[in-house]
């Protein structure tokens, strides 16, 4: 395999993987606003979506 044939696969691999991640994302904002919409919202709401953030720094902080 040829360094440009091996750079070209690795391009489209990481394009896959950024419109997968792109996907999750999108999903996961559907997710958010359908919750807020939820009629009972409870400490345990606010605490599910605190664990949500930390994940979500974790992830900003990796990329960072």
């Known amino acids: 395999m040829t360094y440009d044939r ?3 696969q690795a391009l ?3 394009r896959e993987k950024q419109e997968s991640i792109a996907r999750l994302i999108d999903g996961i ?3 958010l606003e ?3 919409k939820q009629p ?3 400490w345990a709401s606010v605490g599910s979506l605190g664990h949500v953030e930390e994940l979500l720094r974790e992830l ?4 960072s």
């Open 6 to 8: 091996n750079r070209q």
């Open 12 to 14: 489209k691999a990481y």
């Open 29 to 31: 904002r559907s997710k």
């Open 34 to 36: 359908a919750d807020a």
């Open 40 to 42: 009972d919202i409870t």
């Open 60 to 63: 900003d902080e990796f990329l």
